[in-house]
């Protein structure tokens, strides 16, 4: 199975910038779509922004977050700007596509484990 590893989750002030990072690995496989979910407490999981061939971004982030991927890495990017109280939550990576197997090409879907977001105001 393809594995997901998180990383630059942190706490920061109103205003300020964090980067996360989602690197894959795990076997031969081919990336589809890799994206980024949040979940606030109390409030279900939502997509922050993906990235196959384009961009996709929640209205919410527009302008503020960049989502960005590095092919050769296996390796999607988080750049968010103007970060707002809001914005706290706990965000996933998620990646798509399909897994070499002994059946031949299959679909998969990951998760990582989560970084934790805090903006304080």
């Known amino acids: 199975q393809v594995q997901l590893v998180e990383s630059g989750g942190g706490s920061v002030q109103a205003g300020g910038s964090l980067r996360l990072s989602c690197a894959a690995s795990g076997g031969i496989f081919r990336i589809n779509t890799m994206g980024w979910y949040r979940q606030a407490p109390g409030k279900q999981r939502e997509l922050v922004a993906s990235?196959?061939?384009?961009?996709n971004y929640a209205d919410s982030v527009k302008g503020r977050f960049t989502i960005s991927r590095d092919g050769a890495k296996n390796t999607v990017y988080l750049q968010m700007n103007s970060l707002k109280p809001e914005d706290t939550a706990v965000y996933y990576c998620n990646a798509e596509g399909f897994l070499a197997t002994m059946r031949g090409w299959e679909d998969f879907g990951s998760w990582g484990q989560g970084t934790q977001v805090t903006v304080s105001s």
């Open positions: 990235i196959t061939r384009g961009t």
